[in-house]
């Protein structure tokens, strides 16, 4: 019997389950997959995941792995470029990160081993055990045999697509259809000194350096030319890379290395967070646009706030349930800020003259600049740079 059985141990999962393990919470975390592996991701931590990390005490294991720290941050608009350090979160982190997952996700789930969980690779979910009700359990498959485990809590921790959320019935809620499409790829030789996001009109990029002298580089195209793009991802990638100068110059003589990674599903979603024995954490119950590049950060600040609803429960300081129930309410507040600031720059539209004046008065202003970038960094609140933005209606 466990007192939380976790289904994803990659960035959610494998956080979650060390943060529970540390609380001496008894822990299961299972994989479908083995580690090292690679996943679809947006491929950055924005300070305020790192500041994350820095609580759990992994910032020296993640400096280990070898990637460069991302000490700048530089946005470019075309007719205005803000450049600079965000301004720092309250224990002085300005910096991320952009870590290879095949690296990273492992370093998590090893973490969470040492402090006591219970990982199993290779072993998918299968379903719930339900009672009453109340999920008591679930059912998971490892080398084609079947395994039924008993637990208080089941968190799917499984991403988007979510087999968990799908078999408990957690519903989705302030639904929009995906706004673009998005492809990247790693590259050999070109000269990235440090992350910098180009905002075109129709057109998204962003490079980053990886280290051994590999660079991620992301395209995204407005949704309506994914079937298009996706015919040709080398040509259209090229093409956005001609489009502009920085990186037609940075790129010229640079070689892929790595086949091309991207979808067209990326709608944006709340799901209901938890319910009688369940929770969803991570991309299970809170997807946005990557144009933002904040996934990863997500992942880890909610795994955060799911552990404390956990442990308050399981400690008996109050309600199991109620303490579960207070979740999803602090998920959504802290989120949905940047979750429209998201919608807003999916629609791949650069700001009008007007704006691009202020954005370049702005950029003159090294503080007026650095908090504009600690608003994507996590260390300012978002509406006191964007505002509220202009509201769409959700599908659901």
């Not at 600040?301 to 129930?325: N, P």
């Amino acid at each position: 019997m466990y007192d939380v059985a976790i289904v994803g141990a990659r960035c959610a999962g494998s956080a979650l389950a060390l943060m529970l393990a540390r609380a001496g919470v008894r822990v299961l975390l299972i994989d479908r997959t083995t580690f090292p592996s690679d996943t679809m991701s947006g491929h950055f931590i924005q300070p305020a995941g790192v500041s994350c990390l820095r609580r759990l005490g992994l910032y020296d294991d993640l400096r280990g792995l070898g990637f460069p720290p991302q000490e700048t941050m530089t946005v470019d608009f075309g007719g205005a470029v803000v450049s600079g350090r965000p301004a720092p979160m309250p224990d002085g982190t300005d910096i991320g990160f952009a870590p290879r997952r095949f690296r990273f996700d492992p370093m998590l789930a090893d973490a969470a081993v040492a402090a006591g969980a219970e990982l199993r690779e290779g072993t998918g979910y299968d379903a719930p055990l339900v009672e009453d009700g109340r999920v008591v359990g679930l059912r998971c498959m490892r080398n084609g045999r079947a395994e039924t485990v008993r637990t208080r809590l089941l968190v799917g921790a499984d991403g988007k697509r979510s087999r968990v959320a799908r078999t408990v019935g957690a519903g989705a809620y302030d639904v929009h259809p995906a706004q673009t499409c998005a492809y990247y790829a790693y590259w050999e030789g070109a000269d990235v000194p440090s992350g910098r996001m180009f905002v075109r009109d129709g057109l998204f990029a962003v490079a980053v350096p990886c280290g051994d002298g590999i660079t991620f580089l992301a395209v995204q195209w407005p949704h309506d030319r994914f079937a298009e793009i996706r015919q040709n991802i080398e040509a259209a990638t090229l093409a956005a890379i001609n489009a502009i100068p920085w990186l037609t110059d940075r790129f010229a003589g640079a070689r892929r290395v790595e086949r091309f990674i991207g979808t067209g599903d990326l709608d944006t979603f709340f799901r209901t967070a938890s319910g009688p024995g369940w929770a969803l954490v991570g991309d299970s119950g809170n997807h946005k646009d990557p144009v933002s590049a904040q996934g990863m950060t997500d992942a880890l600040l909610d795994a955060e706030l799911l552990a404390e609803a956990v442990v308050t429960g399981l400690g008996g300081a109050r309600d199991f349930d109620g303490s579960l129930a207070e979740f999803g309410p602090r998920r959504d507040a802290r989120s949905r800020p940047m979750h429209d600031v998201t919608r807003g720059l999916a629609r791949l539209m650069p700001p009008p003259p007007e704006g691009l004046a202020g954005i370049a008065a702005m950029a003159a202003d090294p503080i007026a600049a650095s908090r504009f970038l600690g608003a994507m960094a996590g260390s300012v609140p978002v509406g006191e740079i964007f505002g509220q933005p202009e509201q769409e209606p959700a599908v659901a």
